[in-house]
């Protein structure tokens, strides 16, 4: 998503992108010569991608169903991610792979993570951690008129969070370009395990919105057990609870939502999170704050990440900072003047809710959105210090 102030949406159907813009220089969006003479995107670079043959294992463990006609799955690799490594190479303590949300970016996913990671945990405890951004491919959009292209990591046919106005309904996607993404970003993940040594557990996933659906279901289909996944104002997807056994009960999941979410409706997230109880998984932790629309940054979410990072042992666990601030306290990235935090008793534990976003992502998915927060009231306040929690 696009992760831009806040505001309210006159159209419904985001801008199209335009493709020469876009930093994809490997993307490959069309099937023949003569289609992407058309397209113009023939100037792109169709360099055929090695392939190996355990990685469509997770292809076959779905079996992804196609609602729709038949479309194309999607380029023979992800464009370019944006990095961020370690600031001593001899010191990487894991690596954390994120997820942007629809239209959106890796660059402007960690324009707003890098910064509030930053000043929550301390420059010296971000210095050891890997930071992956992922690239979405450019698709056309079936649920929108005319089919524009956008960064997605799967396709939509039903708009119920935004024309249709119904954000409690799952939307209808294509599984196989999920299975797609699925497959690419199950490579990455290999990728950096084996530059630690193969330890998966010190590998964890992370995304908003779409992104973060998606990295829900790379997380819980991969083969071996990750670090963990931040999940933020997003769901777990019908095709991908299909899928989730026994060996993920152990996964360490900090899920984030806003309670009056109108792209992705809280009701939703809970209900998909609710199923990954009854599948036995232990470790997983929902946060719902008050008041919060979709994708609206807030320092919440950032002390949610935060703590997810700590309980996955990829940063130091330094004493206990003064707790979140309210859902209406401004985030960091904004220049105004910062009301004093109350403190709070220690950590929620057990499973519980945390809560965690980053920037606006998808912000053509985004249909009521307000600019600014409102005022705190006394009994937000009181909830953090009585450790009120919405599970």
Request: hydrophobic share 35%; proline share 8%.
């Amino acid at each position: 998503m696009d992760d831009g102030p806040t505001s309210f949406f006159q159209s419904r159907r985001p801008a199209e992108v335009d493709t020469d813009a876009l930093p994809t220089p490997t993307v490959d969006d069309c099937p023949t010569p003569l289609l992407a003479a058309m397209t113009g995107l023939h100037k792109l670079s169709l360099s055929r991608m090695p392939t190996t043959p355990e990685k469509s294992s997770c292809q076959e463990l779905l079996s992804p169903r196609r609602t729709r006609e038949k479309t194309r799955i999607g380029p023979r690799s992800l464009p370019p991610p944006f990095i961020l490594q370690p600031r001593d190479g001899r010191h990487h303590a894991g690596t954390v792979i994120m997820l942007h949300g629809f239209t959106s970016s890796g660059k402007q996913l960690a324009s707003g993570w890098i910064p509030a990671l930053a000043r929550r945990l301390g420059q010296p405890a971000l210095s050891s951690l890997k930071l992956v951004f992922l690239n979405a491919p450019v698709r056309a959009v079936s649920c929108y008129e005319g089919s524009p292209r956008h960064p997605a990591w799967h396709d939509y046919y039903t708009d119920h969070g935004g024309a249709d106005g119904t954000p409690e309904v799952e939307e209808e996607i294509d599984e196989g370009q999920l299975a797609w993404s699925r497959a690419k970003i199950h490579e990455v993940i290999d990728g950096e395990a084996e530059l630690l040594g193969g330890d998966y557990a010190r590998v964890a996933i992370g995304g908003a919105s779409q992104g973060c659906c998606t990295a829900l279901d790379a997380a819980l289909t991969h083969p071996k057990l990750l670090a963990g996944v931040f999940a933020s104002f997003g769901h777990v997807y019908k095709s991908t609870l299909r899928a989730v056994g026994p060996d993920k009960t152990a996964l360490k999941i900090f899920a984030f939502h806003g309670a009056c979410d109108h792209c992705i409706a809280a009701s939703l997230a809970l209900r998909s999170y609710a199923e990954l109880f009854d599948k036995g998984l232990e470790e997983l932790r929902v946060h719902v704050e008050p008041k919060l629309t979709h994708c609206q940054p807030s320092e919440a979410e950032s002390f949610v990440f935060a703590e997810a990072l700590r309980a996955w042992g990829l940063v130091a666990t330094p004493a206990m900072a003064p707790g979140p601030p309210s859902a209406s306290t401004p985030s960091p990235r904004r220049k105004v003047r910062q009301r004093r935090v109350p403190q709070i008793a220690p950590a929620m534990s057990g499973t519980t809710a945390t809560s965690g976003n980053a920037k606006a992502e998808d912000s053509s998915r985004m249909r009521s959105g307000q600019r600014g927060r409102p005022k705190a009231g006394a009994a937000i306040e009181a909830a953090w210090q009585a450790e009120v929690e919405l599970v």
